[in-house]
Protein backbone atom coordinates (compact mmCIF):
# COMPACT_ATOMS: atom_id res chain seq x y z
CA UNK A 1 0.00 0.00 0.00
CA UNK A 2 2.48 3.08 -1.18
CA UNK A 3 2.06 6.05 0.88
CA UNK A 4 2.81 8.56 -1.74
CA UNK A 5 2.33 7.85 -5.19
CA UNK A 6 2.45 9.55 -8.22
CA UNK A 7 1.52 8.84 -11.87
CA UNK A 8 3.03 8.62 -14.27
CA UNK A 9 5.98 7.35 -13.43
CA UNK A 10 7.50 8.70 -16.82
CA UNK A 11 6.65 10.88 -19.28
CA UNK A 12 8.50 12.13 -22.29
CA UNK A 13 7.14 14.34 -24.82
CA UNK A 14 7.41 17.76 -27.34
CA UNK A 15 8.46 21.09 -26.50
CA UNK A 16 5.15 23.16 -26.09
CA UNK A 17 3.23 20.16 -25.10
CA UNK A 18 1.18 20.73 -21.68
CA UNK A 19 1.30 17.50 -19.40
CA UNK A 20 0.21 16.98 -15.72
CA UNK A 21 1.26 14.54 -13.18
CA UNK A 22 -1.10 13.70 -10.00
CA UNK A 23 0.15 12.87 -6.42
CA UNK A 24 -1.92 11.39 -3.69
CA UNK A 25 -1.46 10.54 -0.54
CA UNK A 26 -2.56 8.35 2.39
CA UNK A 27 -0.72 8.97 5.10
CA UNK A 28 -3.18 11.15 6.25
CA UNK A 29 -0.47 14.20 6.02
CA UNK A 30 -1.77 17.90 6.06
CA UNK A 31 1.02 19.25 4.06
CA UNK A 32 2.06 17.88 0.54
CA UNK A 33 5.01 19.38 -1.87
CA UNK A 34 6.24 19.57 -5.34
CA UNK A 35 9.91 19.05 -5.50
CA UNK A 36 12.36 19.62 -8.74
CA UNK A 37 15.44 17.38 -9.08
CA UNK A 38 17.91 18.04 -11.85
CA UNK A 39 19.95 16.08 -13.27
CA UNK A 40 22.86 17.36 -10.72
CA UNK A 41 20.76 15.30 -8.00
CA UNK A 42 19.92 19.25 -6.88
CA UNK A 43 16.88 19.02 -5.03
CA UNK A 44 14.61 22.49 -5.65
CA UNK A 45 11.16 22.90 -3.96
CA UNK A 46 8.11 24.26 -5.93
CA UNK A 47 5.28 24.55 -4.30
CA UNK A 48 3.75 23.58 -1.37
CA UNK A 49 0.43 22.95 -0.05
CA UNK A 50 -1.29 22.89 3.70
CA UNK A 51 -5.30 21.35 4.02
CA UNK A 52 -5.66 22.94 0.29
CA UNK A 53 -4.25 25.87 0.77
CA UNK A 54 -0.77 27.22 -1.00
CA UNK A 55 1.68 28.09 1.49
CA UNK A 56 5.16 28.16 -0.54
CA UNK A 57 5.13 29.45 -4.11
CA UNK A 58 8.90 29.40 -5.11
CA UNK A 59 10.50 31.53 -7.94
CA UNK A 60 8.75 28.65 -10.70
CA UNK A 61 7.58 29.58 -13.92
CA UNK A 62 4.01 30.37 -14.39
CA UNK A 63 3.85 28.13 -16.43
CA UNK A 64 3.92 25.36 -13.22
CA UNK A 65 0.00 25.48 -11.96
CA UNK A 66 -0.62 22.83 -9.20
CA UNK A 67 -3.68 22.28 -7.84
CA UNK A 68 -4.84 20.51 -4.49
CA UNK A 69 -8.80 19.00 -4.79
CA UNK A 70 -8.14 17.80 -1.04
CA UNK A 71 -5.26 17.54 1.13
CA UNK A 72 -4.98 13.80 0.07
CA UNK A 73 -3.97 15.01 -3.26
CA UNK A 74 -1.79 17.43 -5.33
CA UNK A 75 -1.59 17.86 -9.15
CA UNK A 76 0.72 19.61 -11.23
CA UNK A 77 0.27 21.09 -14.49
CA UNK A 78 3.08 22.12 -17.21
CA UNK A 79 2.02 23.96 -20.28
CA UNK A 80 4.22 24.59 -23.29
CA UNK A 81 7.08 22.90 -22.27
CA UNK A 82 10.71 23.85 -22.65
CA UNK A 83 13.96 21.71 -22.63
CA UNK A 84 15.09 22.93 -19.55
CA UNK A 85 11.80 21.11 -17.66
CA UNK A 86 13.28 18.01 -18.14
CA UNK A 87 14.32 16.72 -14.38
CA UNK A 88 12.58 14.00 -12.11
CA UNK A 89 9.44 15.61 -10.21
CA UNK A 90 8.68 14.32 -6.85
CA UNK A 91 5.59 14.55 -4.90
CA UNK A 92 6.36 14.81 -0.96
CA UNK A 93 4.19 15.11 2.25
CA UNK A 94 4.70 16.02 5.69
CA UNK A 95 2.62 15.47 9.16
CA UNK A 96 3.66 19.25 10.28
CA UNK A 97 1.94 22.49 8.34
CA UNK A 98 5.12 23.60 6.83
CA UNK A 99 8.42 21.66 7.24
CA UNK A 100 9.38 18.36 9.29
CA UNK A 101 10.45 14.74 8.04
CA UNK A 102 9.28 14.42 4.34
CA UNK A 103 8.06 10.98 2.61
CA UNK A 104 8.11 11.08 -0.70
CA UNK A 105 6.72 9.34 -3.58
CA UNK A 106 8.59 7.58 -6.66
CA UNK A 107 9.09 10.14 -8.81
CA UNK A 108 8.23 11.25 -12.13
CA UNK A 109 11.23 11.54 -15.28
CA UNK A 110 9.93 14.41 -17.26
CA UNK A 111 11.89 14.46 -20.99
CA UNK A 112 11.19 17.18 -23.08
CA UNK A 113 12.63 16.41 -26.45
CA UNK B 1 21.19 33.52 2.84
CA UNK B 2 20.46 30.18 4.22
CA UNK B 3 23.29 26.73 3.20
CA UNK B 4 23.62 23.70 3.73
CA UNK B 5 26.70 22.25 2.73
CA UNK B 6 27.72 18.66 2.54
CA UNK B 7 30.97 17.25 2.01
CA UNK B 8 32.71 15.62 0.80
CA UNK B 9 30.00 15.71 -2.52
CA UNK B 10 31.53 12.35 -3.34
CA UNK B 11 33.28 9.80 -1.77
CA UNK B 12 34.53 6.46 -2.92
CA UNK B 13 35.32 3.70 -0.45
CA UNK B 14 36.50 0.18 0.29
CA UNK B 15 34.25 -1.83 1.65
CA UNK B 16 35.40 -2.52 5.74
CA UNK B 17 36.33 1.37 6.39
CA UNK B 18 34.94 3.84 8.09
CA UNK B 19 34.34 7.47 6.99
CA UNK B 20 31.84 10.56 8.02
CA UNK B 21 29.87 13.10 5.98
CA UNK B 22 29.72 16.36 7.22
CA UNK B 23 26.65 18.32 7.53
CA UNK B 24 27.20 21.81 8.01
CA UNK B 25 24.31 24.77 8.30
CA UNK B 26 24.53 28.38 8.76
CA UNK B 27 21.20 29.26 10.13
CA UNK B 28 19.55 28.53 13.73
CA UNK B 29 17.90 24.75 13.33
CA UNK B 30 17.65 22.26 16.02
CA UNK B 31 15.83 20.06 13.32
CA UNK B 32 17.89 18.01 10.94
CA UNK B 33 16.94 15.01 8.74
CA UNK B 34 19.00 12.37 6.67
CA UNK B 35 17.56 11.21 3.83
CA UNK B 36 19.29 8.22 1.03
CA UNK B 37 18.26 7.72 -2.47
CA UNK B 38 19.08 5.24 -4.55
CA UNK B 39 19.92 5.85 -8.23
CA UNK B 40 16.69 6.09 -10.06
CA UNK B 41 14.43 5.86 -7.19
CA UNK B 42 13.02 7.87 -4.84
CA UNK B 43 14.43 9.61 -1.16
CA UNK B 44 13.99 7.68 2.07
CA UNK B 45 14.01 9.21 5.10
CA UNK B 46 17.05 7.32 7.52
CA UNK B 47 17.67 10.07 10.61
CA UNK B 48 15.50 12.94 12.43
CA UNK B 49 17.79 14.51 14.59
CA UNK B 50 15.42 16.87 16.62
CA UNK B 51 17.73 18.60 19.60
CA UNK B 52 21.21 19.31 20.38
CA UNK B 53 23.27 15.90 21.27
CA UNK B 54 20.77 13.92 19.08
CA UNK B 55 22.79 10.52 18.11
CA UNK B 56 20.42 7.79 15.74
CA UNK B 57 21.75 4.53 14.93
CA UNK B 58 20.98 2.53 12.66
CA UNK B 59 22.81 -0.83 10.93
CA UNK B 60 26.17 0.84 9.96
CA UNK B 61 24.98 4.47 10.42
CA UNK B 62 24.67 6.48 13.03
CA UNK B 63 23.65 10.45 12.81
CA UNK B 64 24.33 13.50 14.84
CA UNK B 65 23.62 16.92 15.64
CA UNK B 66 25.60 19.80 17.34
CA UNK B 67 23.31 22.90 16.94
CA UNK B 68 25.64 24.83 18.80
CA UNK B 69 28.43 24.03 15.80
CA UNK B 70 26.03 23.85 13.54
CA UNK B 71 26.98 20.73 12.28
CA UNK B 72 25.45 17.21 11.46
CA UNK B 73 27.62 14.12 10.93
CA UNK B 74 26.56 10.73 9.52
CA UNK B 75 29.22 7.88 10.00
CA UNK B 76 29.77 4.93 8.68
CA UNK B 77 31.20 1.90 9.71
CA UNK B 78 32.58 -1.36 8.04
CA UNK B 79 30.69 -0.22 4.65
CA UNK B 80 29.54 -2.41 2.90
CA UNK B 81 28.54 -2.29 -0.91
CA UNK B 82 24.58 -2.00 -0.17
CA UNK B 83 24.93 1.42 1.61
CA UNK B 84 25.92 2.62 -2.26
CA UNK B 85 24.04 5.82 -2.82
CA UNK B 86 23.25 9.78 -2.09
CA UNK B 87 22.37 10.99 1.16
CA UNK B 88 21.17 14.13 1.74
CA UNK B 89 21.00 15.80 4.78
CA UNK B 90 17.94 18.53 5.03
CA UNK B 91 17.54 21.54 8.21
CA UNK B 92 14.30 23.16 9.11
CA UNK B 93 15.09 26.66 10.12
CA UNK B 94 14.66 27.77 13.61
CA UNK B 95 11.16 30.21 12.68
CA UNK B 96 10.94 29.36 9.71
CA UNK B 97 8.65 26.48 9.76
CA UNK B 98 8.18 26.68 6.32
CA UNK B 99 10.80 24.16 3.77
CA UNK B 100 13.58 22.85 4.51
CA UNK B 101 17.03 23.32 2.68
CA UNK B 102 18.60 21.11 0.93
CA UNK B 103 22.25 20.07 0.96
CA UNK B 104 23.67 19.05 -2.41
CA UNK B 105 24.04 15.41 -1.16
CA UNK B 106 26.60 13.31 -0.91
CA UNK B 107 27.28 10.35 -3.41
CA UNK B 108 28.91 7.67 -2.05
CA UNK B 109 30.43 4.89 -3.81
CA UNK B 110 31.48 1.51 -1.39
CA UNK B 111 33.95 -0.98 -3.70
CA UNK B 112 34.54 -3.98 -2.85
Known amino acids: DTAVSQTPKYLVTQMGNDKSIKCEQNLGHDTMYWYKQDSKKFLKIMFSYNNKELIINETVPNRFSPKSPDKAHLNLHINSLELGDSAVYFC????????????FGEGSRLTVL | ELKVEQNPLFLSMQEGKNYTIYCNYSTTSDRLYWYRQDPGKSLESLFV???NGAVKQEGRLMASLDTKARLSTLHITAAVHDLSATYFC????????????WGLGTSLAVNP
Open chain 2, 49 to 51: LLS
Open chain 1, 92 to 103: ASSRRGGAGELF
Open chain 2, 90 to 101: AVDPAGNNRKLI
